[in-house]
């Protein structure tokens, strides 16, 4: 594992991307933030934190990304989420006691600003209005926890890979005229991954969804002909991209 430590340096300014969770923190939070932030240098496939450490530390994403993955009873690992550039990821509590319960694993190399608990806690008694975002933040992270689980398990795997591929659509989804390609290609590995079904499953779920015309591939690039019939048939309601995303 490649990792360096030293105080961060670099600027955060918003990079306006819609999906970033971060994305209602004002200028001057984030500021604040990087004042109190070091920056850690992580090699791609090397993990940032492992499930049952001690959750004492948040993380923000300078550069790269980051999949938060768990273990199934089965010794399958389950890609939950997918944080890039401008994302914070962690858990926070006021338990001491508070250990991860995921794992978090970087997919390239990237820089993070790793955040204390410790040095967080003495600046949000300074800020109200830093507490605040950190507790929409929490909440929102919440609610996707809470959206994401509803789609995978209520609607059977064609309503959690329908579901899985709108938020593709709102994280990385590019649009072309009618159709909204994918700008990061997705094996049905990573997919399978992603919904808790087998690659074969996959397979056989996108080649129907090619037959009703409602995705195609290009060129490896997943492609997305009819987002409202996707949205049929999970049942979608529509939330808001920092919600809906992987």
Not at 3 to 24: F, P, W
Not at 118 to 136: F, M, R, S, T, V
Not at 169 to 198: H, R
Request: aromatic share 8%.
């Amino acid at each position: 594992m490649q990792k360096h430590i030293q105080k961060c340096s670099i600027n955060l300014v918003h990079n306006g991307v819609s999906t970033s969770n971060t994305a209602h923190f004002s200028e001057k939070s984030l500021l604040k933030l990087k004042d109190i932030m070091t920056t850690v240098k992580m090699a791609a496939d090397t993990p940032i934190f492992l499930e049952g450490e001690k959750a004492d530390k948040l993380y923000y994403i300078l550069s790269g990304s980051v999949k938060l993955t768990k273990p199934s009873a089965d010794g399958r690992d389950y890609d939950l989420f997918y944080y890039r550039e401008g994302d914070m990821l962690g858990e926070y509590s006021f338990s001491v006691q508070t250990q991860f319960g995921f794992t978090a694993i970087a997919q390239e190399a990237c820089e993070l600003g790793v955040i204390s608990k410790h040095d967080l806690e003495l600046l949000l008694w300074q800020d109200h209005d830093l507490a605040l975002e950190i507790l929409k933040w929490l909440a929102d992270m919440h609610t996707c926890t809470q959206y994401k689980m509803r789609d995978l398990l209520l609607y059977g795997k064609d309503g959690a890979l329908a579901s899985t591929l709108i938020r593709m659509a709102n994280s990385y989804g590019e649009e072309q005229g009618s159709k909204i390609v994918m700008t990061k290609k997705f094996t049905n590995t990573e997919i399978a991954n992603l919904i808790g079904a087998t690659r074969e499953t996959v397979n056989r779920l996108l080649s129907h969804l090619r037959k009703e015309q409602i995705v195609d591939n290009a060129q490896g690039h997943l492609v997305i002909l009819d987002m409202k019939r996707l949205q049929n048939i999970c049942h979608c309601e529509g939330c808001p991209k920092e919600i809906c995303r992987l």
